[in-house]
T-cell receptor, first 114, second 113 residues
Framework: DGGITQSPKYLFRKEGQNVTLSCEQN?????MYWYRQDPGQGLRLIYY???????QKGDIAEGYSVSREKKESFPLTVTSAQKNPTAFYLC?????????????FGDGTRLSIL | GQNIDQPTEMTATEGAIVQINCTYQ??????LFWYQQHAGEAPTFLSY????GLEEKGRFSSFLSRSKGYSYLLLKELQMKDSASYLC??????????????FGGGTRLMVKP
């Protein structure tokens, strides 16, 4: 089945540690996105990529980094510089070319501080 | 920048109809999406509006008025499983080819028996 897979489902970070969240899609979508969702709030864009080997900062990129070496994969690293990383992280992808194409989301990774 | 407003919470009765409103301010409107999100799960796509009017899809309909910067999601024959958050998201042509969305804070709908 085609879809977006995020792993792990739950992740714990120690102080001063970098952690990487995985996002893989087999939908052949060009565009991929990372969002952060805090309790009771909407989604805020961290980073996005519209093509392999290229990515752009979203609204809250500080303390995060990404790479896009393959079309299928868009991992997000939460660095030690992100002082408040506890949140629900959602990855999405989208087929480019037509305006009515929605973003499709993975099941999310819940990150907590130890 | 963009500003998207939705009510934080709504309550409705099973079998009834509920309307969830969304107002937005944007410089280059290029479409509005509604998503449903159950607690702890991924948002799922419900509807898309880019022209004025009503889009109907089964029990769910979505309306758009571009001149008023206003949309609503209408849910008919409410079921208990409709208890979820409903997210309004706007695409703006100013956002680097218009492929990115700005999300509202979501409306948490509670359906009671």
């Amino acid at each position: 089945d085609g879809g977006i897979t995020q792993s792990p489902k739950y992740l714990f970070r120690k102080e001063g540690q970098n952690v990487t969240l995985s996002c893989e899609q087999n939908l052949n979508h060009d565009a991929m996105y990372w969002y952060r969702q805090d309790p009771g709030q909407g989604l805020r864009l961290i980073y996005y990529s519209q093509i392999v080997n290229d990515f752009q900062k979203g609204d809250i990129a500080e303390g995060y980094s990404v790479s896009r070496e393959k079309k299928e994969s868009f991992p997000l690293t939460v660095t030690s510089a992100q002082k408040n990383p506890t949140a629900f992280y959602l990855c999405a992808s989208r087929r480019q070319g037509t305006s009515n194409q929605p973003q499709h989301f993975g099941d999310g990774t819940r990150l907590s501080i130890l | 920048g963009q500003n998207i407003d939705q009510p934080t919470e709504m309550t409705a009765t099973e079998g009834a109809i509920v309307q969830i409103n969304c107002t937005y301010q944007t410089s280059g409107f290029n479409g509005l999406f509604w998503y449903q999100q159950h607690a702890g799960e991924a948002p799922t796509f419900l509807s898309y509006n880019v022209l004025d009017g009503l889009e109907e899809k089964g029990r769910f309909s979505s309306f758009l008025s571009r001149s008023k910067g206003y949309s609503y999601l209408l849910l008919k024959e409410l079921q208990m499983k409709d208890s979820a958050s409903y997210l309004c998201a706007v695409r703006d042509m100013g956002n680097n080819a218009g492929n990115m969305l700005t999300f509202g804070g979501g409306t948490r709908l509670m359906v009671k028996p």
